[in-house]
């Protein structure tokens, strides 16, 4: 699936222009044993419009407990204070009150309400936050905060990531052109309806509260929602959109030509976060079209991204086709067989029922050595696709998971 010109590879943090109205920072406070930075802000010059998509997992940490709330009422936000290490997940009365006292923290640091200031934590279930270090830490992460800060910011919500994720875009609407730019962590426990995953994009477009919430899900479904790595889903889960822009708010066409064009942005970013799977060697596009509606594609695509004979024979470079169609075939659509038509990259595998053969196989292992390649099924039943991006399984999963808490 080719991508708008506007988004492009990972930019350099010197590629990475400022989005007028915000600063993002980035620092070390203590929470993670090994130095590494752990405490991250955004800060809108004031308050904007913002939209969230959080996990649907009903363990839920009290920082996504908080902020659904506070969104649901104000559908603002000033400022986000976020920290990673430590997930203030499974931690009752007490973490609410921690996740609380952060925002607090922040507001005082920029003489805002508190319920101007959104929290997010990544990390470890199950241990209280270590509040004295933050109380220390979020007011020099306050004062740290620059407009070119993202790269910064973006190290600082890393956990398993092997690596800072960004992304900026310039996104045409009309005769105008408006800038996003955002960040993003995860690299295992990644499923839809969130996943270890915290996402953050800013823009200077002006959009109405009432317009970015539903905007912002429709994006999130085709991008944060669309991968998977591993089939967890997460406590944490949180992916927010704020929209800082002067002027006369986008609606009607316009709106919907902001909309197209945020959506690559927000899905590189989701694909980063696959690109960085834990113990992953290749990234994958299960795409999924000819369904009769799109719950049927998105079923049948995330029956087979999460397959574990699928993914192990992905990192085997293995064009073992039978386990592509047996995952559809158990995916709950009523998939016929006679019907499907299966393609790895360029090469045809699988026609209306029939194996294609050897030389087809030799095609697709080809295209398996690749470190980047989609899958595209094809049922025959409609005309409507998704994608959904995943990884494969190798051993380096195991390894990193068995050994996270020690």
């Known amino acids: 699936m080719s991508e708008p010109t506007s988004v492009s590879a990972p930019p350099s943090v010197a590629e990475l222009a400022p989005i007028p109205g915000f600063r993002f920072g980035g620092i070390a406070c203590g929470i993670k044993k090994n130095g590494n930075p752990d405490l991250a802000v955004i800060i809108a010059d004031s308050a904007v419009a913002c939209a969230g998509v959080f996990t649907r997992n009903r363990v839920v940490a009290a920082p996504v407990l908080r902020d659904r709330v506070v969104l649901a009422k104000t559908g603002r936000a000033r400022a986000v204070v976020i920290n990673s290490g430590n997930a203030n997940a499974c931690t009752g009365e007490q973490g609410l009150a921690d996740a609380e006292r952060m925002a607090a923290l922040a507001a005082a640091a920029l003489g805002c309400s508190p319920d101007e200031v959104l929290v997010a934590s990544t990390g470890v279930i199950g241990a209280p936050l270590p509040m004295e270090r933050l109380e220390a830490g979020i007011p020099q992460a306050v004062a740290a905060a620059r407009s070119d800060g993202l790269a910064a910011f973006a190290r600082a919500l890393m956990t398993t990531d092997t690596r800072p994720k960004v992304r900026s875009a310039a996104l045409t609407v009309g005769d105008r052109v408006f800038h996003a730019a955002g960040a993003c962590k995860g690299a295992g426990m990644i499923h839809p309806n969130m996943a270890t995953m915290l996402a953050f994009v800013v823009t200077d477009a002006p959009i109405k509260s009432s317009d970015l919430d539903g905007l912002w899900r429709r994006v999130c479904q085709r991008s944060f929602n669309?991968?998977?790595?591993?089939?967890?889903?997460?406590?944490?889960?949180?992916?927010?959109?704020?929209?800082?822009?002067?002027?006369?708010?986008?609606?009607?066409?316009?709106?919907?030509?902001?909309?197209?064009?945020?959506?690559?942005?927000?899905?590189?970013?989701?694909?980063?976060?696959?690109?960085?799977?834990?113990?992953?060697?290749?990234?994958?596009?299960?795409?999924?079209?000819?369904?009769?509606?799109?719950?049927?594609?998105?079923?049948?695509?995330?029956?087979?991204?999460?397959?574990?004979?699928?993914?192990?024979?992905?990192?085997?470079?293995?064009?073992?086709?039978?386990?592509?169609?047996?995952?559809?075939?158990?995916?709950?659509?009523?998939?016929?067989?006679?019907?499907?038509?299966?393609?790895?990259?360029?090469?045809?595998?699988?026609?209306?029922?029939?194996?294609?053969?050897?030389?087809?196989?030799?095609?697709?292992?080809?295209?398996?050595?690749?470190?980047?390649?989609?899958?595209?099924?094809?049922?025959?039943?409609?005309?409507?696709?998704?994608?959904?991006?995943?990884?494969?399984?190798?051993?380096?999963?195991?390894?990193?998971?068995?050994?996270?808490?020690?």
């Open 226 to 406: 669309a991968i998977t790595i591993d089939g967890d889903t997460s406590t944490n889960d949180t992916a927010l959109l704020l929209a800082g822009g002067a002027g006369e708010p986008l609606s009607g066409a316009d709106l919907a030509a902001f909309e197209a064009a945020l959506q690559p942005l927000a899905t590189e970013l989701a694909r980063d976060i696959v690109r960085d799977a834990e113990g992953g060697t290749k990234t994958v596009s299960v795409r999924v079209s000819g369904a009769p509606d799109f719950a049927a594609a998105k079923q049948v695509a995330e029956a087979i991204a999460l397959s574990p004979l699928v993914k192990t024979a992905l990192y085997g470079q293995d064009p073992n086709w039978g386990r592509i169609i047996a995952a559809a075939g158990r995916s709950g659509v009523a998939v016929e067989p006679e019907k499907l038509v299966l393609h790895i990259g360029d090469a045809l595998l699988f026609d209306q029922g029939r194996w294609l053969g050897k030389p087809a196989e030799v095609a697709a292992r080809a295209v398996m050595l690749t470190p980047e390649y989609t899958l595209h099924l094809a049922l025959g039943l409609g005309d409507v696709e998704h994608t959904v991006h995943t990884c494969d399984f190798g051993p380096g999963y195991v390894s990193i998971n068995a050994d996270y808490r020690s």
